[in-house]
DNA sequence: AGTGGTAGCTCCGTGCCAGC
DNA sequence: GCTGGCACGGAGCTACCACT
């Protein structure tokens, strides 16, 4: 038997060697000389008909393309579609002060999350699904393009850069690593020219770290900041049937092989769910600090807006979500010592010695916690405090007894088991 | 599994200030 | 003017993490 037919006998149902098969879109598998790989011959028509999509065609080939519109009035878990758009503005700057401002105006935000087949990186990943997502007149229009054959990528990647066209920022999650290094190896293997060189990019993952990393490690268990937590954290979005991402690959495979396009159905309604939740979480966030410490629901979000305000350089608004979570007496205590550190350091730097000495003092002040049990964060804390109210007792108040005893509190704290400072978990 | 952005750490140079 | 100490910030490094 030669390795064709070796291949038919394998995607054949079992039991019925040569049996007529009217799944949709199957056809003969063939060899494919441009990948070395064996594909079925897909009927892409066919595939959009059972996908409800449509195919286009440019100067590459034909690649199938499919769309759907969230209507603005439409929810995504607690949001409702219209109010998840994001006005390119001071908002998203504050989050990423690293972004470039808009160089020119009218010009369209493009959502992007794409669907490989793997994680391995280098030339072997393909993104077989390019889901892009913007809003027009309120409403949410996503566009997906799916490839049906490898031989098919340039049409995609041609239909793709068109889409992109008239894009002045794209927003992604984790697609400074991901998305868009995949994207720019594709159009790079193909020789085309890269339409993302000049788009400027927001990197949802790293704000949404800054903001949520606390909260999400809480609700997740595993200590992550996914997409999928905080979209269940902040929209009380729940999936249903959802495909694994694990699974996402094999469901492709499985369509070259077979041809049948079905078991991408809800890989494609994986994908839309990741756009609209990366529309939702990007449009909490930007209100969250263009709204400031009104909308922040306990002294964990302060303190964590605080962080973001400092990094941006907008210090005053800083100092206020940090005095808040201080304030906060029904915080947890990390979260409260970690707020008066950097109000403390923040008035240092500031030059408000006897201010910072104040805290310093209040963190000194602080209870550890409730059972007696000490704070793995408080105690390193701490030592910084007594550190730095010691120098300031010698230096600045002149007050010798009262460096000298500080400094032996110090000592005698430090001979504790030694605890790395890393102010950010809760 | 591979990749790359980010946070946090240490080290070191620099500016500022006070004391002599 | 010199010296010493504090405080800050940049460079370089490591560890972590999210994507399918």
Redesign the pocket.
């Known amino acids: 038997m030669d390795l064709t037919s070796r291949l038919r006998s394998i995607v054949r149902p079992s039991g019925q060697p040569g049996a007529a098969d009217d799944t949709p879109g199957r056809r003969e598998l063939t060899y494919e000389p441009d990948t070395g790989r064996y594909e079925a011959t897909i009927d892409v028509d066919r595939v959009a008909n059972v996908l409800g999509g449509r195919v286009v065609a440019n100067a590459f080939g034909r690649a199938l393309v499919i769309d759907r519109r969230y209507e603005s009035d439409r929810y995504h878990g607690q949001w409702r579609i219209g109010d998840c758009e994001v006005c390119d503005g001071d908002g998203l700057r504050l989050l990423?002060p690293?972004l470039p401002s808009p160089d020119g105006i009218g010009e369209r935000t493009l959502f992007i999350?794409?669907?490989?087949t793997?994680?391995?990186?280098?030339a072997g990943m393909v993104a077989f699904?390019v889901g892009c997502g913007w809003f027009d007149m309120g409403a949410f229009q996503v566009r997906q393009f799916l490839l049906t054959s490898y031989s098919a990528e340039r049409a995609l990647l041609s239909a793709v850069a068109d889409c992109l066209e008239p894009t002045s920022l794209l927003v992604s999650?984790?697609g400074?690593?991901?998305?868009v290094?995949v994207m720019e190896t594709r159009w790079m293997f193909h020789r085309m020219p890269m339409p993302l060189e000049s788009v400027r990019h927001f990197?949802m993952?790293?704000p949404a770290?800054?903001l949520w990393?606390t909260r999400?490690?809480a609700d997740d268990g595993?200590?992550?900041?996914?997409?999928?937590t905080l979209e269940r954290l902040l929209c009380d979005v729940t999936r249903v049937g959802d495909v694994p991402?694990?699974e996402?690959?094999a469901r492709y495979f499985r369509f070259l092989r077979s041809g049948d396009a079905r078991p991408l159905e809800p890989?494609l309604e994986h994908?839309r769910i990741?756009l609209v939740s990366l529309a939702a979480v990007t449009a909490h966030a930007v209100r969250l600090v263009q709204e400031g410490i009104d909308r922040c629901r306990d002294a964990a979000d302060a303190l964590a807006l605080g962080?973001v305000f400092e990094?941006a350089g907008s210090l005053e608004r800083a100092m206020t979500c940090f005095e808040r979570a201080a304030d906060d007496q029904g915080a947890h205590v990390n979260v409260r010592g970690e707020a008066i550190y950097r109000l403390a350091?923040r008035l240092?730097?500031?030059?408000r010695?006897d201010a910072a000495a104040v805290q310093w003092r209040r963190l000194l002040d602080m209870k550890q916690g409730r059972f007696g049990r000490r704070s793995a964060l408080l105690g390193p804390l701490r030592q910084l405090a007594v550190e730095?109210l010691a120098?300031?007792h010698?230096?600045r108040e002149?007050d010798y007894e009262g460096a000298r005893e500080l400094t032996l509190r110090l000592l005698d704290e430090r001979d504790g088991p030694d605890v790395?400072?890393?102010?950010?978990r809760a």
């Open positions: 990423d690293a999350d794409l669907e490989t793997g994680l391995s990186g280098g699904l999650y984790n400074k690593t991901f998305d290094p990197d993952l790293h770290r800054r990393r999400a490690a595993e200590g992550g900041c996914r997409l999928s991402g694990l996402i690959p890989v994908n990741d962080k990094k350091l240092r730097r500031d030059r010695f730095a120098i300031h010698e230096h002149r790395r400072v890393r102010p950010e």
